[in-house]
């Protein structure tokens, strides 16, 4: 344990938080576990010493959830082994291993797993999200792929949750992210075989020709299969687009389309309606079927969202009519003050869309397209500038958004955007839930949400 006097504290406090923007919350003491008994440990300890506690798994949430206004942090960072077995095509997982890294040892034995898009994202706090993924339009969000979950429950018991044991503690757990009244150990992954011939296509549209490139795409998408997954950014052109791009301020439309196929024919196969699209002829550049990797994805991902930097993040799953939105947003996104900052959405391929309400999960989105604005920038002094800047963005994304994923919310600036995350009903059983496992409050729930940190 790291109590807040410790001369250690300081520095162990900032490495609770992935973001260079730190909160200005401050746990009491910082427990470090190894394992799951440490974890029963700790859990009893602030129990019968009136603490309440959060978790940290990657420290990943870019808002800064792990630290809370005192309180108990469990430091889960050296929970981070692997069991997989090739044969039932299932992997055990602790919670603090990236998702580059579970694709790395999941491709060792020919699987996958629906990981998340940012490399350095740890499993648990993503699984316990609901986990946005690679793929999604195929293999669905990460947690519909998870079958088991072990907990440790403010009781200090640590228990099984699955679809036969304590199964509404394995429904909250698929969905409820920050709000988890459990300390999640071990998560039981169902895997599919590894996809040997992912490629990708990218296409660059200036932003004069935004509505009809957007248009274009997203109806085509409709006709991709499902296992394409297509995304729409606002992004900094690279440098040999700088010129064609200059009277935008340097910014540009980039089409993503990543196929997840078997073989290179049918991933060939699957890109091909975009390449021989009418609206393609408008591209200012294409790379069409460049064969990819999970670990190319990662290391493209990677770029986009770098390490080291401050961000500000607002997300929002919508079935308004993608060109409208980017419409809407294209002029102020010319003015970012920050080039690296993004703004993406996945768009649905085939003809399910790439959200549907799923019943046996917490995790509660219905959309077409899932996205939104990450705000990168540098320096502390450039804050201001780029929080306004972020504001003004977010502002104008409102009237396009049907809901948001706990996962990326920003439930700090705005604590209504918690319940705005979930159905009314799968609102009201987290909360039945909560009071059943936790009566005491031991666990600190969401931030700004009905239970209060
Ligand atoms: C650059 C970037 C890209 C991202 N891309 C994606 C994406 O593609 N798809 C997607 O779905 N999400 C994405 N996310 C969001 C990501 O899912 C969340 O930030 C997630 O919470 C990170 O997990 P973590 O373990 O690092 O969380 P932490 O910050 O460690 O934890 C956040 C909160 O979750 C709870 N928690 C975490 N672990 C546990 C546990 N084991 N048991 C109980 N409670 C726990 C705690 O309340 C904790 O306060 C992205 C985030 C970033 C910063």
Known sequence: MIPANAPEFAGAR???????????RSPDAIVR?????????????????????VTKGGGHTWCGLAARHGGITIDLSALNESRIDEASRTAVIQPVISNRELARRLGEHGLAFPIGHCPTVKAGGYLLNGGMSWNMGHWGPACL???AVELVTAD?????????????????????????????TRFHLKCYPLPMAIASSTYYFSLNDLRAAVDGVVAI??????????????????AELAEACKDRNGK???????????????????LAPLEKGEIMKKA?????????????????SGATWPENHRNLCENQCSKAKPSDMLMALREKFVEAPSPKSVIVFCQSTGPRNLLEPHPEVALSMDATSYGGLWTIWEKEEDDAANRKWHDEVVGIMKPFTNQHYIGETDIVQDPARVQESYSVEKWRRLEELRAKY????????FLGGTSKA
């Open 14 to 24: 900032d490495g609770l938080v992935w973001n260079k923007i730190k909160p200005d």
């Open 156 to 184: 200090g018991t640590l228990v099984k949750a699955s679809a036969t044991e304590h199964e509404d503690l394995f429904w909250a757990a698929r969905g409820c992210g920050p709000g988890m009244f459990a300390v999640a």
């Open 438 to 445: 936790d009566p005491q409050h031991v666990f600190f729930g």
């Open 145 to 147: 792929s998870v079958e």
């Open 221 to 238: 998408g409709r006709t991709m299969p499902d296992n394409v997954e297509l995304s729409i950014f606002l992004i900094q052109a690279p």
């Open 284 to 300: 200012l550049a294409r790379r069409f079927n460049e064969p990819s990797s999970f670990d190319h994805l990662a290391i493209a």
């Open 252 to 270: 540009v439309c980039m089409v993503a389309a990543v196929a997840f196929g078997m073989t290179r024919e049918e991933s060939e196969a699957a």
């Open 33 to 53: 576990v190894k394992d799951e008994h440490d974890v029963v440990e700790a859990v009893n300890f602030a129990r019968e010493n009136g603490l309440k506690v």
